[in-house]
């Protein structure tokens, strides 16, 4: 029996190296920060020195980071706060975003806001020209992912922040948020793009805990939701010192500043011999089947415009849960998408790119992390071809 784990997209394992520092560093620090006593300032010191660490590691400013529960939260809180709006008016939200943005921002239209969805391509990208065309005077915010959570496709954010910014210049300008989830710790990002307004992380993609994550927000906007004032007003709450130092720690350990990172590249490699080895499965269709188009490889052979550690692919004749409990049978854990919508039967990222119905019925998700080895992908890939020879 294997016990192997190709679902990093969803969560990743802990680093125990991480959890331990951070929880005997926030047992010393155990009041609040908000205390005015001397164990209170000795906890809001700490939390203040891992919030200036983590914003180096961005490479913004310590006041732009606000600690929240997650990359969910953090988007609440940029779109919640449009009800402060006395004038109603529209939100322009990508095909392809997580369910975390896509279904807050469909409830905000029972309070009157137009919700524009901007289709993408054939290969899950979003780009500038579709951004703007859905934009209108009265847009509000526009919501772009990084990355997408199922395929991996690395979507041109900073592209559309310039575009939004030519044409709308000045106040009149829409907000930009993104959500970097599925970027950071991941790819070569710059978090401190000025024309990108806000974003969001998340430490479980990353070897930290659930339950702790970040809204970067290059300008403070009023919150919707109040209480007794922490975080700037922003998220108000007693902070959350052990997860705040462990996000700080992940960053500091995993983030790929450059695209020579060795653990980038390692992955890439890894990642386009498993591709090729999938074209080889007579029934494997890659999704979207253009990827690693020699037009858009780097000099390693690698397609540029998907992340490496996300792989999207069909099985023909084998309904995706039904791949997915064959191989967990045997020690292997992949997913059929994204683990928030995973009861659901729509697919509607591969919709928004014009999937097939029989490709969608039978797509998943493959998704690697740090540790990952060649070998365990070796695994993978012998168990893969002996279930998909049983429904072939």
Request: charged share 20%; hydrophobic share 40%.
């Amino acid at each position: 029996m294997n016990n192997l784990y190709f679902d990093w997209a969803a969560a990743s394992p802990f680093d125990d190296d991480i959890l331990n520092t951070a929880l005997d560093l926030s047992k010393k620090a155990f009041a609040n920060p908000s205390s005015v006593h001397k164990a209170g300032l000795y906890a809001k010191e700490i939390l203040q020195e891992y919030r200036e660490r983590t914003a180096a590691c961005l490479g913004v400013p310590g006041n732009t980071i606000y600690y929240t529960s997650g990359g969910t939260e953090s988007s609440h809180l940029i779109l919640v706060s449009l009800l402060l709006r006395p004038a109603k008016g529209s939100i322009v939200v990508s095909s392809i975003e997580h369910p975390a943005v896509k279904e807050q921002a469909s409830m905000l239209t029972h309070c009157g806001w137009d919700v524009l969805t901007v289709p993408s391509d054939s290969n899950g990208i979003i780009t500038s020209e579709a951004v703007l065309s859905k934009i209108r005077d009265d847009t509000a915010l526009v919501c772009v992912m990084a990355v997408n959570n199922e395929t991996g496709a690395i979507q041109p954010v900073n592209e559309i922040a310039q575009a939004i910014n030519s044409v709308y210049p000045g106040k009149k300008k829409p907000k930009f948020h993104v959500d970097a989830v599925q970027a950071a710790g991941k790819i070569p990002f710059s978090f401190c793009d000025p024309l990108i307004d806000s974003l969001c992380i998340s430490a479980h993609k990353i070897g930290g805990p659930r339950g702790i994550g970040i809204l970067c927000m290059k300008a403070r906007q009023e919150p919707f939701l109040r209480g007794g004032g922490q975080e700037n007003g922003i998220r108000s709450g007693t902070e959350n010192l052990f997860g705040a130092i462990a996000l700080c720690l992940a960053l500091e350990k995993y983030s790929v500043k450059t695209e020579l990172d060795e653990r980038f590249t390692v992955q890439k490699n890894m990642t386009s011999s498993f591709i090729r080895e999938l074209r080889n499965i007579p029934s494997c269709t890659i999704i979207p089947a253009s990827r690693q188009d020699p037009l858009y490889c780097d000099a390693s052979g690698y397609d540029t415009r998907f992340s490496p550690w996300i792989i999207q692919a069909a099985f023909e004749g084998i309904p995706s849960e039904v791949l997915v409990r064959s191989l967990s049978e045997k020690g292997l854990y992949i997913s059929t998408g994204s683990a928030c919508s995973s009861r659901k039967l729509s697919r509607p990222v591969l919709e928004a790119m014009n999937v097939s119905r029989e490709h969608i019925a039978s797509a998943v998700r493959f998704s690697f992390g740090y540790t990952t080895k060649e070998s365990e992908v070796s695994i993978l890939l012998d168990n893969l071809k002996d279930v998909v020879k049983i429904f072939s």
